[in-house]
């Protein structure tokens, strides 16, 4: 089964979710196509290869627009049942990255508002993020920006390197610096892209690994677990807003 981002709007659900496809041994995927992009690509292996040291500061933005013609184009768009707010709908991709690329999250605030759209949901909203690594970073989101897309980017500041991927959606190396050199640093001015929208390039490549799976060629890479990591944070992000205190991660299952 495949299922696009979020994979549910509730905790309970997705965890349901995991278990039904378990007890019927039935593949769950959860589309997350932004870490296909050749910019993410090169960043996750820069973590991975360590050269940022330690990683003490981490931002993302999410800048973008959708007006109020595009809520009222469905009904399911813009509530709290069927659809989720900027956090969990149009931003869902980046709350994933703070995980993806980051790692374990200790805790986290969040602030969110309903400032111009007729919705239930937030159209606006800010969190701060403690990592258990110690990092400390923020996220910043809005669907209010005028008068289009303005910007999805992630911003690493570490120990030994200083990276910020930004663009419309994260298809732009803007900075790449470290204090030692690497092959991979030849491949940034390739791995930048033009798009005409905010989703990549990376739905093929992800759903070429969902073939390969079915053929038993290889693992998943974004199962129904892995998207349980992302739908955890999303929770806390709104229980925050909703009881205006600090989030400890992970949540009680």
């Keep these: 089964m495949v299922t696009e981002k979020p994979m549910s709007t509730r905790w309970r659900d997705g965890l349901d979710m995991v278990k039904a496809c378990d007890d019927a041994a039935v593949r769950l995927f959860v589309v997350k196509q932004n870490r296909r992009n050749a910019t993410l690509q090169l960043l996750k292996r820069a973590i991975e290869q360590k050269r940022f040291g330690r990683i003490y500061m981490v931002n993302v933005n999410v800048f973008w627009t959708r007006p109020q013609e595009y809520y009222d184009a469905a009904s399911w768009r813009g509530t709290w049942e069927f659809d ?34 007729n919705i239930e949901v937030e159209d606006t909203g800010v969190i701060s993020v403690r990592w258990r690594s110690g990092a400390m970073g923020s996220m910043n989101v809005t669907m209010l920006t005028y008068p289009k897309n303005l910007e999805g980017s992630i911003t ?20 790449w610096e470290f204090a030692e050199q690497h092959e991979d640093d030849e491949k ?35 199962d129904g677990r892995e998207g349980l990591r992302s739908l955890e944070t999303l929770v806390a992000i709104y229980k925050s807003a909703r009881d205006g205190k600090r989030i400890q991660l992970p949540l009680e299952y």
């Design 188 to 222: 940034v001015a390739t791995a930048s892209y033009e798009t005409t929208s905010v989703y990549g390039f990376g739905h093929p490549l992800y759903y070429d690994n969902v073939i390969r799976v079915m053929r038993g060629e290889c693992e998943p890479e974004t």
């Design 84 to 117: 989720g707010g900027a956090f969990m709908n149009q931003a869902s991709h980046y709350v994933d990255l703070l995980d993806w690329l980051i790692g374990p999250i200790e805790s986290l605030h969040a602030y969110t508002g309903t400032l111009a759209r």
């Design 156 to 175: 690493i500041i570490g120990e030994k390197g200083t990276v910020r991927v930004g663009g419309v959606a994260v298809n732009e190396i803007q900075h």
